[in-house]
């Protein structure tokens, strides 16, 4: 049996001082898209960037592919083939969108990225907007941008931070399918997220949290069972 996409057990995490994780404990298998709810400062993304070494202190055990991770430092993580989208995107402003595109360098350990090609085909508003500057893009236009630079590195898994916040409900729609259309591909993907309509139909499984630590963890076959507990938890 394969090893798990992302295994993480027992993960505490620090910003300085502040203790923020308490013992996260998650599994994610390889195709899988799995959704980590909870109210804002719960440790969502604090989570995936503890994951990929963005954080302060780290103690327990995060294996990617197998492979534990917990002692290496951003860089070689990511050469795992694993990619971060955090929620200010991070675009380079002066450069096109094609630039931008073909900026990342490809992981060593990871498969070929996808190509140009095929990336404009998932993301046509990228193909128009080729050559328009990082800038000039519209936010959705960004955050499609922000993921499809993953693509191109090689990565199989995706660490998504609130792609959906603040956009035009149109654009939403085109994140769904370019999810939906990731999955169908073999990829695996962990999002954050706080759009509860987003998420819901796109996860396979969801995690709830909850003061820096697992609070309910549940199948999408379960989710209307489970409605009454996540709106307590949530507030939704």
Known sequence: MAAPALEIKDLHAW???SHVLHGVDMVVQPGE?????????A????????????????????????????????????????GYCPEERGIFASLSCEENLLLPPALKGAGPGMPVDEIYAMFP??????????????????????????????ARMLLLDEISEGLAPVIVQ????????LRSKGYTVVMVEQNFRFAAPLADRFYVM???????????????????????????
């Open 15 to 17: 910003y300085g001082e």
């Open 33 to 41: 898209v799995v959704t980590l709810l909870g109210r804002n400062g």
């Open 43 to 82: 440790g969502r993304t604090t989570t995936l960037r503890a994951v990929m070494g963005l954080t302060g202190a780290r103690k327990g055990s995060i294996r990617i592919n197998g492979v534990e991770t917990i002692g290496m430092a951003t860089h070689r993580i990511a050469h795992h083939g694993i």
């Open 125 to 154: 508003n990228l193909a128009e907007r080729r050559n328009s500057q990082g800038t000039r893009l519209s936010g959705g236009e960004q955050q499609m941008l922000a993921v499809a630079r993953i693509l191109r590195t090689g």
């Open 174 to 181: 085109a994140l769904a399918r370019m999810i939906t259309m």
């Open 210 to 236: 909850e003061h820096g630590r697992i609070a309910l963890a549940f199948g999408a076959a379960e989710l209307e069972a489970r409605m009454p507990v996540l709106s307590e938890l949530l507030g939704v």
